[in-house]
Structures are given as C-alpha cells and as structure tokens.
C-alpha cells in the first residue's frame, strides 16, 4: 500500500461536517443600551412616579411592653383631664395654629397661651406618652442589674427630663405603674380611709420626677399629675362592684412631680450638677437631635 492509502482508523481534518442550515458566521453580542437618538437636544426620559396605589414599604412597629388595658388607662387620663376634649372640632383651629407654629421653630407662638398647651397636650403628647414609655419598659428590661432600675424596681428611684412636658409625666406614671404593683392606685374609698394617715406620716415617693422646658407646662402637668392619681369619675348610675373596683393609676405618694421653667441650653455646669447629684438618675431627653441643632449647633454639641 502507499502513503495515501486511506486507514480505517483515520480522523477528518477539519472536523464533523456541519450541517447545511447552521450558520458559520460568529454570534453577534448583546446590544449594550437600546438604540436611540443621543445626538444633539437629547433629553433622557424622566423615571416613571409610582403610582399612588403601589405597595409601600412599611415601618417597623414599635414592641409593646405594656398591656393594652394599661396603655387605654393612660389615654383615658389624657381625655378626662382637659375640659376641651369634650368639644375638640372646637380645638381645630386651635391646633391648626400649634402645628404652623411647631413646623417654624416658634415654641413661644406654639405654646404661648395655656389653651395651645392643653390642645397640644391633647391631640400630640398621648401618643407619645405611650411611646416613650414602651422605649423606657423595654430599656428596663433589657438592663435588668442596672442600677437606677433596680432602684426603681425595688426601692425608690429619680428621674430628670430635659424638654420635659405632658407626654413625659405620662409615660413615667405608665412606666410606674407597669413595674411596680405596690404603686397601682387603690378605690375611693380606701383613699377616704388614708386620708388621715397620709397627713400624718409622709410617704417617700417610689419616683421623684423633675421636668424642665423654657415653655410653662405647671396647669397642664398638675392636672395630668391628678388624673393619675384620682379614681375616674363614674356615671352615677354605675353599680356597686363598678365602684368598688374603680381604681386610679398610680396612688398618690408614689410620684413626686417637680417642674422648673428654664430653657436647658442656658443651664450651666453647676446647675446641671445641682440637678443631677451624685446617685444613679435616668435622664431623658426626648428630642431629636435635628430639633436641636436646627436650634443652635454649637450649643447642642457643647450639652453633650
């Protein structure tokens, strides 16, 4: 045989044979972008808006650590305390003002007058009360051997709250009455038959509360600071065992209501040392910090 036999065993040299329909030239790659005009005077297309019916993302809610039934008794002391609630299209206008004011940094044009003080307290500070003490509940327990609250849980314990109003005093009398069942308010009648002896021996407070705000919260602390402490008043038709039962939501010499009127960004060192003392306080301060800078930066950064 010769060279150019053919051997059974032998290979193509250039491969399998293709087929007649595929096609032999390379695959083009994806266009990058869609083709359009992007010469002179082109406008990139605005992004559609979502439509108002699209899914939102939504927030988070806040964990509840006090019960519904404790949470309602505090909103309810917020509605019996002031006489506008029972009228409150009246108080409109009245709120209108409020929030204009608020929105513009004017806290002498917001809360100048005792009637924008109660309207405030009425239709913004209940939902903050509750918030503020669900945030306090919970930092309670997650610092269990804390100090001040074991203080407040055992024996007795103070609190001092710069900015300081209606929202406040509320959310440390929930907060109170959430972690210590010896503050819990008793019936009228065993008030009526204490009487005496409250008068007669001083009970320490479980929680010294001082408040402080360049606006005059007193009126309105004062009435909340009874509406905590005073059984609700019942129809005059309710039964014996409705009475019997009706209970305030704190006893009175638990909490010990301080309020001072001063704006907190002119207190000085000493001051700040007089207020505090030297035993474990919580300080609150229930503000955002774009509040207070928009207020005075320089200020704000030396308080903290």
């Known amino acids: 045989m010769g060279q150019y036999d053919r051997k059974a065993q032998s290979q193509r040299k250039h491969g399998p044979i293709l087929s007649s329909g595929a096609s032999k030239a390379p695959?083009?790659?994806?266009?990058i972008a869609k083709p359009e005009w992007r010469g002179n005077g082109y406008m990139k297309k605005a992004k559609p808006k979502?439509?108002?019916?699209?899914?939102?993302?939504?927030p988070t809610p806040q964990d509840q650590c006090l019960p519904v039934e404790l949470q309602q008794l505090v909103l309810n002391i917020?509605?019996?305390?002031?006489?506008?609630?029972?009228?409150?299209?009246?108080?409109?206008?009245?709120?209108?003002?409020v929030n204009?004011?608020?929105?513009?940094?004017?806290?002498?044009?917001a809360f100048g007058g005792e009637e924008k003080r109660e309207g405030y307290a009425l239709?913004?500070?209940?939902?903050?009360?509750?918030?503020?003490?669900n945030v306090m509940a919970e930092f309670c327990e997650e610092k269990v051997e804390d100090d001040w609250v074991q203080r407040l849980s055992n024996s007795s314990a103070k609190a001092i709250c710069f900015g300081g109003g209606a929202a406040e005093i509320m959310a440390f009398a929930g907060l109170l009455r959430h972690l210590r069942s010896d503050a819990a308010g008793r019936p009228q009648s065993a008030l009526d038959a204490a009487k005496e002896e409250f008068s007669t021996e001083a009970s320490?407070?479980?929680?010294d509360l001082t408040l402080i705000d360049s606006a005059d919260w007193s009126s309105v602390i004062s009435k909340l600071q009874t509406g905590a402490t005073t059984p609700p008043t019942?129809?005059?038709?309710?039964?014996?065992s409705a009475r019997a039962s009706n209970t305030a939501l704190l006893s009175p010499p638990t909490l010990n209501i301080n309020?001072?009127?001063?704006?907190?960004?002119?207190?000085?060192t000493t001051q700040l040392r007089q207020l505090i003392g030297d035993k474990p306080i919580l300080v609150t301060l229930f503000l955002t910090l774009s509040s207070l800078y928009k207020t005075s930066i320089s200020i704000t950064l030396a308080l903290f």
């Open 27 to 31: 695959a083009r790659p994806p266009p």
């Open 100 to 109: 204009e004011k608020v929105l513009e940094r004017d806290w002498e044009g």
């Open 50 to 58: 979502p439509h108002l019916d699209a899914p939102k993302d939504q």
């Open 234 to 240: 019942l129809s005059k038709y309710a039964s014996a």
């Open 123 to 133: 239709r913004w500070s209940p939902s903050r009360a509750l918030a503020f003490a």
């Open 78 to 97: 917020f509605k019996d305390s002031f006489a506008a609630s029972e009228d409150f299209e009246a108080l409109i206008p009245v709120l209108k003002e």
């Open 204 to 207: 320490a407070p479980i929680l």
């Open 259 to 268: 309020f001072t009127q001063h704006d907190i960004f002119t207190l000085t």
